[in-house]
């Protein structure tokens, strides 16, 4: 388990939607990350996202390895021979209920 402490200056909040039902919400936040990817360490700022919007600490959350294939997510967000970022390369996978989509240029939506 990647145990980090959660960045509170790390995330920021662009939307908020209202559903037809006044009790159904969602939000969007968008974490940049590219520190994290750059050293071959995606999965963890991806841990540090979703601990910001969840308001928990990291080592309190479900194993993110128990949603998603870690290893292969952090190989393939790794930078190339030469220091070169990967183009053009993204996906999206559900932790609990939300959305987390993440792209080569180290930033991470999540949406609930």
Do not use: Q, W
């Amino acid at each position: 388990m990647v145990k980090l402490p959660a960045d509170e200056s790390m995330g920021i909040e662009i939307e908020n939607r209202r559903g037809e039902n006044p009790a159904e919400t969602s939000s969007t936040y968008v974490f940049e990350i590219e520190s994290e990817m750059t050293n071959g360490h995606t999965c963890a700022g991806i841990v540090r996202a979703l601990a910001n919007v969840m308001d928990e600490r990291p080592n309190e959350m479900r194993p993110l390895h128990a949603f998603v294939n870690c290893d292969a997510i952090d190989a393939l967000f790794r930078t190339r021979r030469y220091g070169e970022s990967r183009d053009n390369v993204s996906m999206t996978f559900h932790y609990d209920v939300y959305e987390v989509t993440i792209d080569a240029s180290g930033k991470v939506v999540v949406k609930e």
